[in-house]
């Protein structure tokens, strides 16, 4: 998983804080998908961003989470006024091209930032 | 309900025994991707697969797409700690987001 970097791996913040997390992803990859898994679930899809662009935000809540990837520099997601149920693992996954069903290669993910509101 | 479904969600195997997991969709797969995440870290792609029949092999893990494309097996042989995890199987039905089935725990006991 080197290539896709995520941080940070632990985030703590307290009720009503922001949560900002980070996913650099695989060199030569412009596309990055962020998923969430809360404890004892599975994988769900959240956002898919290219540089500059949301493409499908199908997945976010519609409140207090948002996502971006600039030209320069990380894609952030950001989380507003954090509460428990925020708590979980986000993980940025990225691949080179547009991933669809069709793909004939995979999605690549990082190790996760594991998020715990207090 | 969930458009993948995994069994068995948890197995508890001795070192050196085969065991295999089973991965079935609700609906016609055009691409099958098998991840083994361990506890506390990202997902490590294992094998994708795309044409019905097909079938894979890494090391000791084996993993196989159904001649329909609505179900995949993922077989390991002499099963070691490492291989230890929970382990993933994802597909894409609509454009951008992969589906997860909700993971098979492995422990192996040496």
């Known amino acids: 998983n080197a290539g896709v970097m995520q941080n940070p791996r632990h985030l703590v913040r307290r009720r009503g804080q922001e949560a900002r997390l980070r996913c650099s992803p695989m060199k030569g990859h412009s596309h990055v998908y962020w998923y969430r898994q809360l404890p004892e679930e599975g994988l769900k899809f959240m956002v898919y961003l290219q540089k500059e662009n949301i493409i499908d935000e199908s997945g976010m809540p519609k409140e207090r989470f948002s996502a971006e990837f600039p030209k320069e520099g990380p894609s952030i997601l950001r989380i507003q006024q954090v509460v428990r149920g925020d708590s979980a693992a986000y993980f940025c996954?990225?691949?080179?091209?547009?991933?669809?069903?069709?793909?004939?290669?995979?999605?690549?993910f990082g190790d996760g930032t594991r998020l715990s509101i207090l | 309900s969930q458009e993948l479904e995994q069994s068995p969600q948890s197995l508890i195997v001795q070192e050196g025994k085969n065991l295999t997991i089973n991965c079935t969709s609700s609906k016609t797969l055009y691409g099958l991707y098998w991840y083994k995440q361990k506890y506390g870290e990202g997902l490590i792609f294992l094998m994708m697969?795309?044409?019905?029949?097909e079938e894979k092999s890494h090391e000791k893990i084996t993993a196989k797409l159904d001649e329909k494309k609505q179900q995949s097996s993922l077989h390991i042989t002499a099963s070691q700690p490492s291989h230890a995890g929970i382990y993933l199987c994802g597909a894409g039905y609509n454009n951008n987001d992969m589906r997860f089935g909700a993971g098979t725990r492995l422990t192996v006991k040496p």
């Open positions: 996954a990225s691949s080179p091209q547009q991933w669809t069903g069709y793909s004939n290669q995979p999605q690549h």
């Open positions: 697969l795309q044409k019905g029949g």
